[in-house]
Structure formats: structure tokens, C-alpha cells
């Protein structure tokens, strides 16, 4: 269909429901007052840094389907995806490019979910309707995170809260004209101190092209008690979460596919690639508020992962001989301390925290417990103390600093699977026995420790109550992850890095509200996988040199009338190796969002949502002058979707890729991992 037919569809679909067009009904005046573009979050430092928040009622409205999609239209936060969907998808913040999956973290309730090798964060483990809150922080999550907090973290909150004696029970139901298909059910419960959440979601997706399949099933409990101890007052949780997913693989096309028909793009050059995930993660979590003496917080995550695949299959031998196998647990406890004073008038705070992670993690390669088959065994460990601090000197000034201490340990030891023989030479070789196969230690391993530190200090100023400013600087690092040690130089270490941000938030009465951040952040010794110049193979290494992303993000919230909601966000940025031509890889200089809301009355809401991504650089383009593949070019795709919602029962129609364009988030040596194409669904949810 054409964009002139698609328009007349538009305003076909506008006619036939003329009160989405009418004046706001009662109910509307509750959502003329217009929220912030960016608000001070909850964690520490959050106020020194371009932070956006989602809220429950912002992820409602969004024409997203998934949580990668509902992301990828923040500001500066791009999406590069191997499958369209949310599994291997990873969300590249401030222009880290491919190693985006270990450089910004993804904190669920607390706790990071990012994985200890190149896998980062399943986002296809959290269900879009379970999550009740986004905070992206960008630049800043050091000093409470630690390791991969370069370009800022995300966090998502999960945990429910119910008032005393309320209760929900909602069931949702989505799908597209592609025959993917999605049902979700979700239950909550409170009795006096104790609510109790239940939800459950099943997957069946076939994909945009063949072998590109995702059939998942997520279920989570969440048990919560909030009550009092004598004078204290306290908060405990436990919450259970199994993932059960099987997906394809499909591959990269050539660039003649890719720009050839929808048929060359659909095909699979890899139809037998793909895997399945195994997941359970535990979650525990306590609060005790001690009135003026402070407030103690205590978490611990838990989960194992059990991952098999196969990638590249040779279809003239056993699968079997060809699979890999990842087998990980992980273990995360945090306490800290909050305390708030008066000081000379005004609340002064400090936090203490200490935290401490354990990872073993296990890849065997070439078929499990074959002839020829490897195993790597893996195990990272880090225990750190944390200390920030909030200073408010007079009523518009306010001067934020923290500092982390971090020790970081792996140990790597790669093994074989063989078995060993004896032999007679007289009077030639014979065999006179062999020992059963066995992994056996293939090289004398390797440990490494560090000691990281990482540092935020930054200010922020109430100019009056609807101007502020803030300026920060932070230092950061990152270990290498378990998988970038088996293939690595032997001079691996972690990088570092600086951000320094200068941003002002403006308010113009209820209607209109902006902001802008200027932003410069500079690595050193960032980890890289490419040509090692010592030994001329392809290893993880540190760059010579330093690298910079140095660029402006502005946001923009406008009520132009009481119905109608426009959002804006647009980023320049210059990423590049310091002394080098080009830009980092997968990087556009240029990105913008546009989100356009129409509330005409309490049933109907119709929302446009776009998004623009300049050229990049191909994922193997060097920048060292030697001829380069053909850069990646822009993309603007466009969503649509109408809302109704009455009583207890709300339907969205919607269109993903209005336009159906041709776009691809991934490219490496000219061959590309195209993106779904233009998809129509409907959901139905129903609740009370």
C-alpha cells in the first residue's frame, strides 16, 4: 500500500470514529497538567544527569509492543537487533555501538541483569506489561552499579504496590497479521501487610522471515509484606521468575537481497540456526525505615541460565557435533544505608552501601562430551563499597558527589574432550588400552584481579522554580566479561572512562516544557574485539587510543490544546577514535523521536509515533584508512494506533511500520539483518 493510501486509511479510520476528534470529556482534565521532560529519578546522583522517566501510564499509551520498541524512542537510546524482537536485541545508549551490551546496564528491581560474557541483558525476559516504571539515567549509575555503567543505566521496576484491600485481575491477548500470537495473564491481591502478584504470558511468534521464530513463556510470583516492627517501619519482597524460550536465528542477507524484493529479504540463508533459554532468577529484597536514624535496604538476586544453540550449521554433519552450550549462575547482594539530617534548615543526605557478585559460567563448543569438543569454565567474582552524598548549602543550590571501591576477579581455565591411550612399539605401534574420554585441562588457565574505581560529582541549580541547570563529571569503568577472556591479548585490562554533562530544564507554564544536555564522554583503553597489530589474529584488546563521544540531546513536551500531546527528541552526536577518520562503528551521528497524542475524551486516544536514525558506519568498518564497506543508510519508521477503552475492556489497533520501510539496525562487511516490515495488530485487554 502507498503512503497516500495509508493516509486515506488514516483519515478513513479517523471518520469512523468521530468523538476521537471532539472535545476532551470530564475525565480528561486529570492529564492536562503537563509532567517534566526529565525528573529527578530515585537513585543516587540521578539529579546531575539527563534522566527520562516512564511511568505506568506513559508505557500504556506508547504504541510499543514490546519492551526494546518501547525503548528505542527515548532519546539517544537506539535499537540494533539481529531478530526484530527482543531476544539478541540490545539498546545502545550515547553511541556505544556493538559493545553497547556491556556498556550500559539494564537494572530490574535493583539488580543488573546483564550477563557475565557477550549475551548482555535478555530483554525477552521481562514481559511489557509487567513493568511498571523506566528510569534511563544516562551518564551516570557508577557509583551505585559499578561495572558497564558507561553510558548510563536503565532501570525497570517490576515489584507491584497495592493499596490494603484493593485487588486486579487483568487478561490480555495480541496479535498481528504475520500470526504471531501473545496472551498474558496478570493477578494481584492485597490481605492487610501482605499483596500477592501472579503473572503469567505465553509467546507464539513465527517472525518477518523464515527461522525467525520466538515461542516463549515467562511466569513470575511476587509475594510482598509491608507492615511495622515496633517503631520501624518495613517492606519485604520475594519474587520467582521462570523463562522458557526456543528461537531461529535467521541470519544476514547479502546487500542484493537486502535491497532486492520482500522475498530475497524474508529468506534464511541459516535455516537450521537458532537455540533456547532456561531461566529462573530469584529475587529477595527488605527495607527498614528507622525514621531519623535512616533507612536500611537490602537485595539479593540469584538466577541460572541454561542456553543451547547452534550457529552456522554445516548440514553435511550431526547437529549434535555442532552445538554449543552455555550453562551460568549468578548471584547479587546490595545493602545499604540512607540517612537523611537537617542541617541549617535543610535535608542533607548520605548513603552507604556494599555489594558483592559471584558468576561461574560454562560453554562447551563442537557437540557436549564428543571427541574434539571444548569446554571453558569461567568464574568472576566483585565486592565493592559505595559511599554518596547530598548537599543542599542553600535552597537552590544542591551539590551531589559518590565514590566506589570495586574488586574484580575472574579466573578461566579452557579444557578438551579426549582420551588418552597406551601403546606397545615392539614389534610396531599397537594399541593396548584407552582411558574413557574426559575434558582435560587444555592450558594452564588464567586469573586476573583488579581494583576499579568509579566517581560521580556534579551540582545542580534552581534558577527559579521552572528553570534549573546541572553540570556533572563522572568516572567509570568496565571489567572484561568471561567470553572476551577466552579470546583476548594477554595484556587485557579494564577501561576507563569520563562523562562531564551540562544540562538546563525549562518549564513554560503547564503546556510546554524542554531540556537540553550537552555531553562528553572519553574511554580509555576501550575493550574492542579486531585485529591484535602483535599477533595479527582477531582478539579482544584495548585500543590504542582513546575514544569520544561528544554531542547534544534535547527533549521536548508540548500541549499545544487540552487533547493533543506532542514529545520530541532529537541527538547530534560525534562519535570517533581519537586521531583516526570515520566514526565508531553502528554509530549515527543523528537520531530523532516524535510521539503525537490525541486524548479526545475518556474512550478514544489515537497516537503517531516516529523515529528517524542517520547513516552509521558499517560493524566492520576500522577507521584506519584503508578502503571501507558501504555505510549503513538512515531510516525513519512510523507507528500508529487507536485506543478504546470502555469500561473494563480496552482494544488497541495499531500499525508498526506504517510505511513499510527497509531498514536494518545491524551491517557488517555489507551484508544486513533486515527489520520487520509494515505489521498490523490488535489487542485486547480486559481488567478490573
Same mark, same amino acid.
Given at each position: 500500500?502507498?503512503?497516500?493510501?495509508?493516509?486515506?486509511l488514516?483519515?478513513a479510520?479517523?471518520?469512523?470514529c468521530?468523538a476521537?476528534?471532539?472535545?476532551?470529556?470530564?475525565?480528561?482534565?486529570?492529564?492536562?497538567?503537563?509532567?517534566?521532560?526529565?525528573?529527578?529519578?530515585?537513585?543516587?546522583q540521578?539529579a546531575?544527569?539527563?534522566?527520562?522517566?516512564?511511568?505506568?501510564?506513559?508505557?500504556?499509551r506508547?504504541t510499543?509492543?514490546s519492551?526494546?520498541?518501547?525503548?528505542?524512542t527515548?532519546g539517544?537510546?537506539?535499537?540494533?537487533?539481529?531478530?526484530?524482537?527482543?531476544?539478541?536485541?540490545t539498546?545502545d545508549? +550515547?553511541?556505544?555501538?556493538?559493545?553497547?551490551?556491556n556498556?550500559?546496564?539494564i537494572?530490574?528491581?535493583?539488580?543488573?541483569?546483564?550477563e557475565?560474557d557477550?549475551?548482555?541483558?535478555?530483554?525477552?525476559?521481562?514481559?511489557?506489561?509487567q513493568i511498571?516504571?523506566?528510569e *534511563?539515567?544516562?551518564?551516570g549509575?557508577s557509583?551505585?552499579?559499578?561495572?558497564?555503567?558507561v553510558?548510563?543505566?536503565?532501570?525497570i521496576?517490576?515489584?507491584?504496590?497495592?493499596?490494603?484491600?484493593?485487588?486486579?485481575?487483568?487478561?490480555?491477548?495480541?496479535?498481528?497479521d504475520?500470526?504471531?500470537?501473545?496472551g498474558?495473564?496478570?493477578?494481584?491481591?492485597r490481605?492487610g501487610a501482605?499483596?500477592?502478584?501472579?503473572?503469567l504470558?505465553?509467546?507464539?511468534?513465527?517472525?518477518?522471515?523464515?527461522?525467525?521464530?520466538?515461542?516463549?513463556?515467562?511466569?513470575?510470583?511476587?509475594?510482598?509484606?509491608q507492615?511495622?516492627?515496633?517503631?520501624t517501619?518495613? /517492606?519485604?519482597?520475594?519474587?520467582?521468575?521462570?523463562?522458557?524460550?526456543?528461537y531461529?536465528?535467521?541470519?544476514p542477507?547479502?546487500?542484493?537481497a537486502?535491497e532486492?524484493g520482500?522475498?530475497?529479504?524474508?529468506? $534464511?540463508?541459516?535455516?537450521?540456526?537458532?537455540?533456547?533459554?532456561?531461566? /529462573?532468577?530469584q529475587?529477595?529484597?527488605?527495607?527498614l525505615d528507622f525514621?531519623?536514624?535512616g533507612?536500611t535496604?537490602?537485595?539479593?538476586s540469584h538466577?541460572?541460565?541454561?542456553?543451547p544453540?547452534?550457529?552456522?550449521?554445516?548440514? $553435511?554433519r550431526?547437529?549434535?557435533?555442532?552445538?554449543?552450550?552455555?550453562?551460568?549462575?549468578?548471584?547479587?547482594?546490595?545493602?545499604?544505608?540512607?540517612l537523611?539530617?537537617e542541617?541549617?534548615?535543610?535535608?542533607?543526605?548520605?548513603?552507604?552501601g556494599?555489594?558483592?557478585?559471584?558468576?561461574?559460567?560454562?560453554?562447551?563448543?563442537?557437540?557436549?562430551?564428543?571427541?574434539?569438543g571444548?569446554?571453558?569454565?569461567?568464574?568472576?567474582?566483585?565486592?565493592?563499597?559505595?559511599?554518596?552524598?547530598t548537599?543542599?548549602?542553600?535552597?537552590a543550590?544542591t551539590?551531589?558527589?559518590?565514590?566506589?571501591?570495586?574488586?574484580?576477579?575472574?579466573?578461566?581455565v579452557?579444557q578438551?574432550?579426549?582420551?588418552?591411550?597406551?601403546?606397545a612399539?615392539i614389534?610396531?605401534p599397537?594399541?593396548?588400552?584407552?582411558s574413557?574420554?574426559a575434558?582435560?585441562?587444555? /592450558?594452564?588457565?588464567?586469573?586476573?584481579?583488579?581494583?576499579?574505581?568509579?566517581?560521580?560529582?556534579?551540582?545542580?541549580?534552581?534558577?527559579?522554580?521552572?528553570?534549573?541547570?546541572?553540570v556533572?563529571?563522572?568516572h567509570?569503568?568496565?571489567?572484561?566479561?568471561?567470553?572476551e577472556?577466552?579470546e583476548?591479548?594477554?595484556?587485557?585490562?579494564?577501561?576507563?572512562?569520563?562523562?562531564?554533562?551540562?544540562?538546563? +530544564?525549562?518549564?513554560l507554564g503547564?503546556?510546554?516544557?524542554? $531540556?537540553?544536555?550537552?555531553?562528553d564522554?572519553?574511554?580509555?583503553?576501550e575493550?574492542?574485539?579486531?585485529?591484535d597489530?602483535?599477533s595479527?589474529?582477531?582478539?579482544?584488546?584495548n585500543?590504542?587510543?582513546p !575514544?569520544?563521544?561528544?554531542?547534544v540531546?534535547?527533549?521536548?513536551?508540548w500541549?499545544p490544546?487540552?487533547a493533543?500531546?506532542l514529545?520530541?527528541?532529537?541527538?547530534?552526536l560525534?562519535p570517533?577514535?581519537?586521531?583516526?577518520s570515520?566514526? *565508531?562503528?553502528?554509530?549515527?551521528?543523528?537520531t530523532?523521536?516524535? !510521539?503525537?497524542?490525541?486524548q479526545?475524551?475518556?474512550?478514544?486516544?489515537?497516537?503517531?509515533?516516529?523515529?528517524?536514525?542517520?547513516?552509521?558506519?558499517?560493524g566492520?568498518?576500522?577507521?584506519?584508512?584503508?578502503?571501507?564497506p558501504?555505510?549503513?543508510?538512515?531510516?525513519?519508521v512510523?507507528?500508529?494506533?487507536?485506543?478504546?477503552?470502555a469500561?473494563?475492556? $480496552?482494544w488497541?489497533?495499531?500499525?508498526?511500520n506504517?510505511?513499510?520501510e527497509?531498514y536494518s539496525t545491524?551491517?557488517?562487511?555489507?551484508?544486513?539483518?533486515?527489520?520487520?516490515?509494515?505489521q498490523?495488530?490488535?489487542e485486547?485487554a480486559w481488567?478490573f
Open positions: 500500500m502507498s503512503r497516500a493510501g495509508l493516509s486515506g488514516a483519515a479510520l479517523a471518520a469512523a468521530p476521537a476528534f471532539g472535545r476532551a470529556g470530564p475525565g480528561h482534565d486529570a492529564e492536562r497538567s503537563l509532567p517534566e521532560v526529565t525528573v529527578r529519578a530515585s537513585g543516587p540521578a546531575m544527569h539527563h534522566v527520562t522517566v516512564l511511568t505506568a501510564q506513559d508505557i500504556a506508547a510499543a509492543t519492551v526494546s520498541e518501547l525503548l528505542s527515548q539517544n537510546l537506539n535499537l540494533l537487533s539481529y531478530t526484530g524482537n527482543d531476544k539478541k536485541a539498546l545508549l +550515547r553511541g556505544m555501538g556493538g559493545t553497547a551490551a556498556n550500559v546496564l537494572v530490574v528491581d535493583g539488580v543488573a541483569i546483564n557475565n557477550l549475551s548482555g541483558a535478555d530483554l525477552s525476559s521481562l514481559a511489557l506489561s511498571q516504571r523506566v *534511563i539515567v544516562r551518564g549509575g557509583v551505585e552499579h559499578g561495572s558497564g555503567a553510558a548510563g543505566v536503565i532501570r521496576t517490576t515489584v507491584p504496590s497495592l493499596d490494603e484491600g484493593e485487588s486486579r485481575l487483568g487478561l490480555r491477548w495480541r496479535g498481528n504475520e500470526g504471531d500470537r501473545t498474558s495473564l496478570h493477578a494481584q491481591r490481605f501482605v499483596s500477592a502478584a501472579a503473572q504470558e505465553r509467546g507464539q511468534a513465527r517472525g518477518h522471515r523464515d527461522n525467525a521464530g520466538l515461542d516463549h513463556t515467562l511466569a513470575a510470583l511476587t509475594v510482598r509484606w507492615g511495622s516492627l515496633g517503631p517501619q518495613a /517492606d519485604a519482597h520475594v519474587k520467582l521468575t521462570r523463562q522458557r524460550d526456543r531461529g536465528l535467521p541470519g542477507v547479502s546487500r542484493e537486502f532486492g520482500g522475498g530475497a529479504r524474508r529468506a $534464511s540463508a541459516s535455516p537450521l540456526d537458532g537455540g533456547r533459554t532456561e531461566m /529462573d532468577r529475587d529477595l529484597g527488605a527495607s525514621g531519623r536514624l533507612r535496604q537490602w537485595r539479593s538466577r541460572d541460565r541454561f542456553s544453540f547452534v550457529i552456522g550449521v554445516d548440514a $553435511s550431526p547437529v549434535a557435533e555442532q552445538a554449543d552450550r552455555i550453562t551460568a549462575a549468578q548471584w547479587d547482594h546490595r545493602v545499604s544505608h540512607h537523611q539530617a542541617v541549617m534548615g535543610r535535608q542533607q543526605e548520605l548513603t552507604l556494599w555489594s558483592q557478585m559471584q558468576g561461574e559460567h560454562s560453554r562447551s563448543s563442537n557437540g557436549f562430551e564428543r571427541p574434539a571444548t569446554l571453558t569454565l569461567g568464574r568472576a567474582s566483585s565486592r565493592a563499597t559505595f559511599l554518596a552524598a548537599l543542599r548549602p542553600s535552597e543550590l551539590l551531589q558527589a559518590g565514590l566506589r571501591g570495586d574488586r574484580f576477579r575472574t579466573q578461566q579452557s578438551r574432550h579426549r582420551q588418552n591411550c597406551s601403546y612399539y614389534p610396531f599397537v594399541v593396548i588400552a584407552c574413557p574420554y575434558y582435560e585441562a587444555d /592450558d594452564a588457565g588464567r586469573a586476573s584481579r583488579w581494583f576499579n574505581r568509579g566517581s560521580e560529582l556534579g551540582a545542580s541549580w534552581q534558577v527559579t522554580p521552572a528553570l534549573s541547570g546541572f556533572s563529571h563522572s567509570t569503568f568496565r571489567a572484561p566479561n568471561l567470553d577472556l577466552v583476548a591479548t594477554s595484556t587485557l585490562q579494564p577501561q576507563r572512562g569520563q562523562t562531564r554533562e551540562v544540562g538546563v +530544564r525549562h518549564r503547564e503546556a510546554l516544557s524542554w $531540556s537540553a544536555t550537552l555531553f564522554i572519553r574511554i580509555h583503553d575493550i574492542q574485539y579486531g585485529r597489530p602483535a595479527g589474529r582477531q582478539l579482544n584488546r585500543l590504542d587510543a !575514544t569520544q563521544r561528544r554531542g540531546e534535547a527533549s521536548l513536551r500541549r490544546l487540552p493533543l500531546q514529545q520530541g527528541q532529537l541527538t547530534h560525534r570517533r577514535l581519537v586521531g583516526r570515520g566514526d *565508531i562503528p553502528l554509530v549515527a551521528r543523528n530523532a523521536s516524535l !510521539t503525537a497524542s490525541w479526545a475524551s475518556e474512550a478514544w486516544r489515537w497516537t503517531v509515533a516516529g523515529r528517524f536514525v542517520g547513516p552509521r558506519e558499517d566492520h568498518a576500522t577507521g584506519d584508512g584503508t578502503p571501507q558501504r555505510r549503513l543508510r538512515a531510516h525513519d512510523w507507528d500508529a494506533s487507536v485506543r478504546h477503552q469500561g473494563d475492556v $480496552s488497541t489497533l495499531g500499525v508498526r506504517l510505511f513499510d527497509v545491524q551491517a557488517f562487511s555489507q551484508t544486513y539483518y533486515p527489520m520487520p516490515g509494515r498490523a495488530h490488535l485486547v481488567g
